[in-house]
């Protein structure tokens, strides 16, 4: 099983310019996809951690195996988030690589280690979230075009939002300044939320996109605050 996931010049530096300052202000140095994943994010279902039952996966060694895996292919992916950006070429270059790793992986687990399922369910979907940033990113309308600039920018917030999350996908509050990034990512969220809705004349294609990460976005920072705050 897989589960498949830039006014003129002068006005687009001046707003990239300042995305960029406002983005800068917060350093990540660790770092829609499946119902299991997503749920963590749109309050439907609370955090579901992996079952590490002995009677449903394989033997201790094997487990601990497959478990290594899994854990050194999150932190390639988080390789590619730092310091609130998405190296997008990186990773791209490595791109084919990685899928062939997964694919390798889910083989193992859902045939030898059900039990970390939700692992590979979370590492699918940060995997497709990714590539999905990469086509708009990388091979998206960019030049001359503000409302897509801003598009951009939250599709770059989405992928930071990513490294709030441990390796089942459930937000981590032990990061380090982990209220300061949630107050510091809803600014940005507010800056291009409020630069969007003063633009006219933008076909229904450019809005849709917009939304659906204005929307990606508030739901996943809605949710890492609560889940904080749920928090003994």
């Known amino acids: ?7 003129s010049m002068t006005h687009t530096m001046t707003l990239s310019m300042t995305l960029s300052m406002t983005l800068t202000l917060v350093i990540i140095m660790a770092p829609l996809a499946s119902a299991s994943a997503m749920a963590h994010f ?4 609370a955090p ?4 590490l039952d002995s ?3 394989a033997p201790p060694v094997q487990l601990h195996e497959a478990d290594q895996m899994v854990q050194t292919f999150m932190a390639n992916l988080r390789k590619f988030i730092s310091f609130t950006r998405f190296s997008v070429d990186e990773f791209e270059w490595a791109a084919e690589k990685l899928d062939k790793r997964l694919g ?14 939700d692992k590979v369910t979370f590492a699918q979907h940060m995997y497709e979230v990714m590539m999905d940033a ?12 503000k409302a897509v600039l801003l598009t951009h920018q939250l599709i770059e917030l989405n992928e930071t939002l990513l490294a709030l999350l441990d390796d089942v996908g459930v937000p981590d509050p032990s990061l380090p300044y982990y209220e300061y990034k949630i107050e510091r990512f809803s600014e940005i969220l507010r800056f291009c939320e409020d630069e969007f809705s003063h633009l006219d004349g933008l076909d229904f294609r450019v809005r849709y996109y917009f939304e659906k990460q204005r929307f990606r976005a508030s739901h ?8 904080q705050l749920s928090q003994p």
């Open 1 to 7: 099983m897989r589960l498949t996931m830039r006014l």
């Open 42 to 45: 749109q309050g439907t279902a």
């Open 48 to 51: 579901k951690m992996p079952n």
């Open 55 to 57: 009677y449903a996966c």
């Open 104 to 117: 390798r992986i889910v083989t193992l687990v859902e045939t030898a280690t059900p039990c970390l399922l």
């Open 134 to 145: 990469v086509e708009h990113l990388k091979h998206g309308e960019i030049q001359g075009n």
């Open 220 to 227: 996943m920072l809605g949710d890492l605050a609560t889940y």
